[in-house]
């Protein structure tokens, strides 16, 4: 092996070491995250699912095949999130000491870091790993509140997703790529026990889930790229201990387990250059959220029980959709900049809507831009807002709601204010070519 080689190999180790590190720390926000890459972030994601950067491989382990050499990204996102909740008439503990102001915002702020690595073994052959968070929740609620037995104290999920990829390209117009999905997941959830404050029960646990990803990526013209992208579904397994503040009959306490079954992903995305300067891209996203249906906690015994009655997750959504539009320019050499808007259909409908999760339909606009520092260095830059539609909460005997338990749970009425602002960054740096850019030779007399 070359000097050169053997010293590739240390960069690219000393690179994955760093990049794991670093997204060991992740704190997610949301329980879908799409914030995995700044360059994409910068016009709503649009096209994404057909390259770009090198974070595209999240969506589409084929992109890799468009990054030369030994490349890293590491990036980090800050998300800010806002959510207001208004108890209204039908609340049962609407009234003091229960009710506070909907100014109230229960939404944490979050850092949630992604991190890259591809490694082009030969003139066809990739390989690659992807570090992400690809679902989280972070939220605190107040003791004394309507909504308490549906939302109270602090409530948590933090994913952490290792991806190994391989990517082949068979000629110029047509690649492919898949990875190994392995999944490890934390929670906490809190929830209150009637009108008693202080009076709740808490869940913590952990588990492992796995999955696949899959995708192509097809060049028909010189000026147009078409990605297709899978990441299948996962069976988040999670074990846990359920304890409560109070005693209660027909309790289980100690050990419990479920299985949350996280959605499978298509992305479809196009980019089409125009010229030189301006490339236009678009996206088309399906998630299968109707899958995660509801989940059981169990015991050794049977199903788990709080005053006999069964602990569930009733998430029952519907599935999703992601559609966004955008476009770069080429400013200058070095500077690139870029839009987009994006238009979400949300997953939880009004029937199963609850206040851990009051997610709606939403408008994303976004702005980026690419800095290159030199040859084999750049960074990306992106800011987006979020405009969260209005949600109503209904969780009582006549609404329908399956998170309403008779004779176990206050009904709660309500609405949600929210949106959400984000701001996001990367460094993206190739290891086996790198070159400063050329000094300006001092004239002298």
Request: zero cysteines; hydrophobic letters at 40%; a neutral charge.
């Amino acid at each position: 092996m070359s000097r050169r080689g053997s010293a590739n190999i240390l960069r690219t180790g000393t690179a994955l070491g760093l990049l794991i590190i670093a997204t060991a720390q992740a704190n997610a926000g949301g329980f879908g995250i799409r914030e995995q890459s700044p360059y994409g972030q910068g016009t709503s994601f649009a096209g994404v699912a057909a390259g770009g950067a090198l974070s595209s491989m999240f969506w589409n382990p084929a992109t890799m095949t468009q990054v030369p050499g030994i490349q890293s990204e590491s990036s980090v996102s800050g998300i800010l999130p806002y959510g207001a909740h208004t108890p209204e008439f039908g609340s049962v503990l609407a009234a003091p000491p229960f009710g506070f102001p909907g100014t109230t915002n229960t939404a944490e702020s979050a850092f949630v870091p992604a991190g890259y690595l591809s490694y082009q073994y030969s003139p066809n052959l990739w390989f690659g790993l992807s570090i992400n968070a690809p679902f989280g929740l972070s939220l605190s609620f107040p003791d004394r509140w309507a909504g308490r037995d549906f939302a109270a104290g602090p409530t948590n999920l933090h994913t952490y997703n290792a991806t190994p990829s391989i990517a082949y390209r068979f000629n110029d117009w047509l690649s492919v790529g898949a990875g190994v999905q392995i999944q490890y997941a934390t929670e906490v959830l809190t929830r209150g026990l009637g009108a008693t404050p202080g009076a709740e029960f808490v869940i913590k646990g952990n588990g492992w889930g796995y999955g696949f990803t899959a995708g192509a990526t097809l060049t028909p013209t010189p000026t147009t790229t078409i990605g297709l992208g899978w990441r299948s579904y996962i069976n988040q397994k999670v074990d846990s201990t359920l304890n409560t503040s109070v005693l209660l009959p027909l309790t289980t306490v100690g050990s419990i387990s479920t299985t949350v079954k996280a959605p499978d992903t298509v992305s479809l995305g196009i980019r089409q250059r125009l010229d030189p300067l301006w490339t236009v891209m678009a996206t088309a996203e399906w998630s299968n959220w109707s899958r995660i249906g509801t989940s059981v906690w169990t015991a050794p015994g049977g199903v788990a029980t709080i005053s006999g009655f069964p602990v569930t997750l009733p998430f029952q959504y519907k599935d999703g959709w992601f559609f966004s539009g955008g476009a770069e320019y080429k400013w200058t050499d070095r500077l690139t900049v870029r839009g987009g808007i994006g238009y979400e259909i949300s997953p939880v409908k009004d029937q199963v809507r609850e206040p851990l999760i009051p997610d709606n339909d939403r408008v994303w606009a976004s702005i980026g831009a690419t800095w290159q520092v030199f040859r084999g260095l750049h960074f990306d830059l992106a800011y987006s807002h979020i405009w969260v539609k209005d949600s109503t909460i209904n969780i009582s005997a006549g609404s329908g709601n399956p998170w309403f338990i008779p004779l176990g749970t206050a009904p709660y009425v309500g609405t949600v204010n929210a949106h959400v602002d984000i701001l996001s960054g990367s460094l993206v740096f190739r290891w086996d070519e790198v070159a400063a850019p050329a000094r300006t030779a001092l004239i002298t007399k």
